[in-house]
Structure formats: C-alpha cells, structure tokens
C-alpha cells in the first residue's frame, strides 16, 4: 500500500495531533513535540506526513487568521455532515461544531444549488462565549 507505510515520525506525529485533538497545531509546534521526544526531522518531512494525514483525511489543515502558516487538526471520528469548524475572531481558537442540523443544511445546498460543501475546510467565523464576556 503506497503511502499507508508507517514510521516512528509519522506515529509520533499522529501522537501530537492527537493529543491536542481539541484544538490545532502548528508545523512549529510539531518539530517542538518531536524533539521533545528526541526525534530528529526536518521541516520538509513534516510537511510531507502532515499533508499525508491531511489526503486520508485524518487530519485537516486550516487557515486561523493572525497565524502564519498553516494550523492542522485532528479529525474526530464523528459524521462529516454532522461537523463544521468554528473560529472565534477575537482570539483566534478554532474548534469543531458537531450538529445534527447541519446534514440539512449541506443537503438543501447541494440539493437547491448544485454545490457540495467541503465539510473539511468549512468555518464559521464569530466570537466564543470567553470573548463574549
């Protein structure tokens, strides 16, 4: 299987994401984990098991505004039609909305308009209840 192999990078990297499923990570933040674990990588190797994680749809990749780079997230293991990310505007953190309600919203928009919502990719940007305070 191409690309399905596994390494002790790629399962440590599984690992950080993993362990910070409830929010998201940075490229920097992974090289930071894995020489914590005495794990000698380069960026380019990172990026390459991050965008691998990302194509079999274990991880996504998103964009948090005020970041460089880009930010990557677990993906848990809920219905896609059931999940859309959030992003507070004021401080930035990303999490995950899980709803029933939105399998209808994504089936009137594919169904009435002719156009199928990339769910892993999809944000909704606001402001938490810390912000709101």
């Given at each position: 299987?191409a690309?399905?192999?596994?390494t ?9 994401l993993?362990?910070n499923?409830d929010?998201?990570?940075?490229v920097?933040?992974?090289m930071?984990?894995?020489k914590?674990?005495?794990?000698s ?5 990172i990026?390459?098991q991050?965008?691998r ?11 948090v505004?005020?970041k460089a780079?880009?930010?990557?997230q677990w993906?848990?293991?809920?219905d896609?039609?059931?999940l859309?990310?959030i ?10 909305m899980?709803?029933?309600h939105?399998?209808?919203l994504?089936?009137?928009v594919?169904s009435?308009?002719?156009?199928k ?5 999809t944000?909704?940007y606001g402001r ?6």
């Amino acid at each position: 299987m191409a690309g399905k192999y596994k390494t002790r990078q790629n399962e440590v990297i599984k690992k950080c994401l993993e362990e910070n499923k409830d929010g998201y990570v940075t490229v920097q933040q992974v090289m930071d984990y894995l020489k914590s674990q005495e794990i000698s990588v380069g960026l380019t190797t990172i990026y390459r098991q991050l965008d691998r994680l990302v194509e079999e749809g274990i991880v996504t990749k998103v964009n948090v505004e005020g970041k460089a780079g880009a930010c990557y997230q677990w993906m848990p293991e809920q219905d896609e039609q059931d999940l859309i990310y959030i992003q507070c505007e004021k401080c930035g953190e990303v999490s995950t909305m899980e709803c029933h309600h939105l399998a209808e919203l994504y089936h009137h928009v594919e169904s009435d308009h002719h156009f199928k919502v990339n769910t892993k990719k999809t944000v909704l940007y606001g402001r938490c209840d810390k912000c709101n305070k």
